[in-house]
């Protein structure tokens, strides 16, 4: 690849995959690789779904972009249905191309009907490649650093009890943008105690909760969207990854209050692509899809399959230090060698995700994983922790 930047910040380490099935990626010799990532946590309902291969081929045979004067019907019926998961009876929807896009329409609406300065955010969240709330801006921020706090005892983070949290400043505060359970890739999910503590006081001050569902929406944890593990409504659902399986579209979802209210200002944002038909019709399908073959209940199931398998091999493998998750959403953490053991998953064609600096490998597979294919993993996470074994004895 002499001619790409290549600038994500991660190794290339395939250059030649060409055709895909499911969680299966076949190279240009025809050899097979298992992506236990789903690409970049994107393809929920596995790569190559011939069902979403026809409406796009369907599609792309008719229209696939419109304009700013002129729109597809069909624009409508997806947000009726992301709505209606959202539990956004008479909300609305904006259909965008990217995640980072996504949270940074929800962030200008929130500022926009924000009449505090500061919005609040944990130390450890993701919400980007760009925008207002990946820069988290001194002046326009309060970053919580939850996880090093007095009342954080069982390692589990701030329950809301400490003199730390009662040193946030809610007054000056109108927006909490939560990312619930990603957390910088390394899958830790904030205490239900403080987000609901954190959801009460930013409603109490007519504050806005915005929701950043790129990773942990459309099923990836086991319910539609990661704050249903919460007691919690949002007020703003920004969606991505899994909402297209692939197809670069996402939303942004906004309660009917708050619609209400931004109807009331010149509020203005626009971009060459939004409310693409082929994208939201694309989500619109991504939805039926999941709802037709109940795979919320899969990712709950498939989760847990994973899960207590992955326990198995830590009562047996001291190596591994933690197993945690929700849905297909797992991580295993490593007191070392993190790194060997990704490498030679990589050999031996097992693709998951190894964060820089963290002994932390993480499995985010399609919704609709079969079991073999989590046994076939499971198999070769086995032998490479004996092996391992076997050369620090
Ligand atoms: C939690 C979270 N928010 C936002 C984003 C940004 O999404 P995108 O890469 O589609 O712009 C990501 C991407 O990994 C993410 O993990």
């Given at each position: 690849m002499k001619h790409i930047i290549w600038s994500t910040g991660h190794k290339l380490k395939f250059d030649n995959i060409i055709d895909s099935d499911n969680c299966f990626l076949f190279d240009t010799q025809g050899r097979k690789l298992i992506d236990l990532e789903s690409g970049v946590w994107c393809t929920c309902l596995g790569h190559n779904n011939k069902r979403l291969n026809k409406l796009i081929t369907d599609q792309i045979n008719k229209i696939t972009h419109t304009g700013f004067c002129y729109c597809h019907p069909q624009i409508e019926a997806t947000a009726i249905k992301l709505l209606e998961i959202n539990n956004f009876h008479g909300g609305k929807c904006e259909f965008m191309c990217s995640g980072s896009e996504a949270v940074e329409y929800g962030m200008r609406v929130a500022r926009t009907l924000s009449d505090r300065p500061l919005a609040l955010a944990f130390s450890d969240s993701y919400f980007g490649s760009y925008g207002d709330a990946a820069t988290k801006a001194d002046q326009m921020w309060f970053i919580?650093?939850?996880?090093?706090?007095?009342?954080n005892q069982k390692n589990t983070?701030?329950?809301?009890?400490c003199e730390e949290f009662n040193q946030i400043p809610f007054e000056k505060i109108g927006i909490f943008a939560l990312e619930p359970g990603s957390s910088s890739g390394l899958v830790r999910f904030p205490d239900p105690q403080l987000i609901e503590k954190i959801a009460t006081r930013i409603h109490e001050n007519d504050g806005i909760l915005l929701s950043n569902e790129i990773t942990t929406g459309i099923g990836r944890t086991g319910k539609w969207f990661g704050y249903q593990h919460y007691n919690i409504q949002p007020d703003i659902v920004a969606m991505g990854k899994g909402l297209g399986n692939g197809y670069p579209v996402s939303a942004t979802a906004i309660s009917k209050q708050l619609a209400e209210k931004l109807s009331q200002h010149a509020f203005h944002y626009s971009q060459s692509h939004q409310n693409d038909p082929l994208g939201a019709i694309v989500a619109g399908e991504v939805i039926d899809i999941i709802k037709e073959n109940n795979l919320i209940d899969a990712a709950e199931f498939n989760g847990n399959y994973l899960k207590e398998n992955l326990q198995r091999l830590k009562q047996d493998f001291s190596v591994i230090k933690d197993i945690r998750g929700r849905g297909l959403m797992l991580a295993i953490e490593f007191s070392s060698q993190a790194d060997r053991i990704f490498e030679e998953l990589l050999n031996k064609g097992f693709i998951v995700a190894k964060r820089s600096n963290a002994e932390v490998l993480r499995i985010d597979p399609a919704l609709t994983i079969e079991k073999e294919t989590m046994d076939l993993f499971l198999l070769a996470f086995h032998d490479i922790l004996s092996k391992l074994a076997k050369d620090n004895f």
């Open positions: 919580y650093d939850r996880l090093n706090c007095s009342c983070g701030c329950t809301g009890e």
